[in-house]
């Protein structure tokens, strides 16, 4: 089953994906046409070797099981495009999000 909501945050809106397979249960929040925040599951450092021309703008967080708790976790690692743009180790999903939806409305 896949679920989709929209979500408000200060600098605009969000879109979470939660994607239920067998046995394991996939979520993201994505700030459309930017960049995401993912559960532990994403791969950073394969985001950035694989397509580097792409600067992919992308950070994972671990430990969630809802939307709820990946915009208050914090992030654990980010591409290196992300962290260009402000995204920090430690920071909440939400102000990663915000600092995405900031940067794409330059």
Request: aromatic share 6%; with cysteine.
């Amino acid at each position: 089953m896949v679920k989709m909501n929209p979500i408000k945050l200060d600098n605009g809106y969000v879109v979470g994906v939660e994607v239920n397979y067998p046995k394991t249960k996939l979520l993201s929040i994505i700030a459309p046409e930017i960049g995401y925040i993912m559960c532990g599951v994403l791969y950073i450092e394969a985001m950035d070797a694989l397509h580097p021309e792409r600067e992919i703008i992308a950070a994972r967080i671990t430990g969630v099981k809802s939307f709820e708790d990946l915009l208050k976790a914090e992030v654990k690692e980010m591409t290196k495009k992300a962290a260009q743009i402000g995204i920090k180790q430690g920071m909440t999903g939400e102000e990663a999000l915000n600092i995405m939806l900031k940067y794409g409305g330059v």
